[in-house]
C-alpha cells in the first residue's frame, strides 16, 4: 500500500530554536497533505491543509507564522516549528491523499521535545 | 461542524469478538475510516466504506455502517492481544476536504 514518511521521528530542540518535520510521499504523488498534533491520550488535531504550489490552509487558532508549511513538490510537505517554547512539545503527524482523494495515508508521526 | 463520538475504552477478553462504535452527524460523509494507533506510533489505516455500502469485510474486521443512524461500527474477529491500541474512527465528504477523527476508542485485549 501507500506510504508516508515522517522525519524526524523524534526531535529535541533548545527553547527559541526552530525546527523542521519532513513528510513525504513514498510511491504516489500527494497534492494535498494535511498536518496535525495530538497531545497525549487526546484525539488528532488539524493544523492545517498544505496544498502543493500554493499557501497552506490553516484551521482556526493554529498561527501560520509560527507553524509554517511549505509544498514545494507532489512528494514533499514540511512543517517547520518557528521559535519553539516548551508548549509546543507533542505529537505531529502528518498524512496524504492519493490522488483519487479517498484513501488517506498517515506519516508514523514526530515527536517534538522543546526543553 | 462535524462532530464524530466514540467510547473512550473497550476491554475484552482474548480470542472474544470486539466492537467499536462511532457516531457522525455530518450528513453528507462520503468516506468513513478506521484507523489503529499503537502506543508512540502513527496511524494505521485499517479499512474504509463508502457511505453508500452497508457492510465491509476484511479478514478478522467487519465494518458495518447504518447511514439513517450516522453509526459506524468496528468488529473485530477473535481478538488478539496485538490488536491493544487506540482506534479512532473518522469521516469526510468527498474529494480533497480535510477529515474529522473521533475521540478514540483505547481497546484492551486480556489474555
Known amino acids: 500500500g501507500a506510504v508516508v514518511s515522517q522525519h524526524p521521528s523524534r526531535v529535541i530542540c533548545k527553547s527559541g530554536t526552530s525546527v523542521k518535520i519532513e513528510c513525504r510521499s513514498l510511491d504516489f504523488q500527494a497534492t494535498t497533505m494535511f498536518w496535525y498534533r495530538q497531545f497525549p491520550k487526546q484525539s488528532l488535531m488539524l493544523m492545517a491543509t498544505?496544498?502543493?504550489?500554493?499557501?497552506?490552509?490553516?484551521e482556526q487558532g493554529v498561527e501560520k507564522d509560527k507553524f509554517l508549511i511549505n509544498h514545494a513538490s507532489l512528494t514533499l510537505s514540511t512543517l517547520t516549528v518557528t521559535s519553539a517554547h516548551p508548549e509546543d512539545s507533542s505529537f505531529y503527524i502528518c498524512?496524504?491523499?492519493?490522488?483519487?482523494?479517498?484513501?488517506?495515508?498517515f506519516g508514523e508521526g514526530s515527536w517534538l521535545t522543546v526543553v | 461542524g462535524e462532530d464524530v463520538e466514540q467510547s473512550l475504552f473497550l476491554s475484552v477478553r482474548e480470542g472474544d469478538s470486539s466492537v467499536i462504535n462511532c457516531t457522525y452527524t455530518d450528513s453528507s460523509s462520503t468516506y468513513l475510516y478506521w484507523y489503529k494507533q499503537e502506543p508512540g506510533a502513527g496511524l494505521q489505516l485499517l479499512t474504509y466504506?463508502?457511505?453508500?455500502?452497508d457492510m465491509k469485510q476484511d479478514q478478522r474486521l467487519t465494518v458495518l455502517l447504518n447511514k439513517k443512524d450516522k453509526h459506524l461500527s468496528l468488529r473485530i474477529a477473535d481478538t488478539q492481544t496485538g490488536d491493544s491500541a487506540i482506534y479512532f474512527c473518522a469521516e469526510k465528504g468527498g474529494g480533497y476536504q480535510k477529515v474529522t477523527f473521533g475521540t478514540g476508542t483505547k481497546l484492551q485485549v486480556i489474555p
Open positions: 498524512s496524504a491523499q492519493d490522488s483519487s482523494g479517498n484513501t488517506i495515508y
Open positions: 498544505s496544498n502543493e504550489g500554493s499557501k497552506a490552509t490553516y
Open positions: 466504506i463508502f457511505s453508500n455500502m
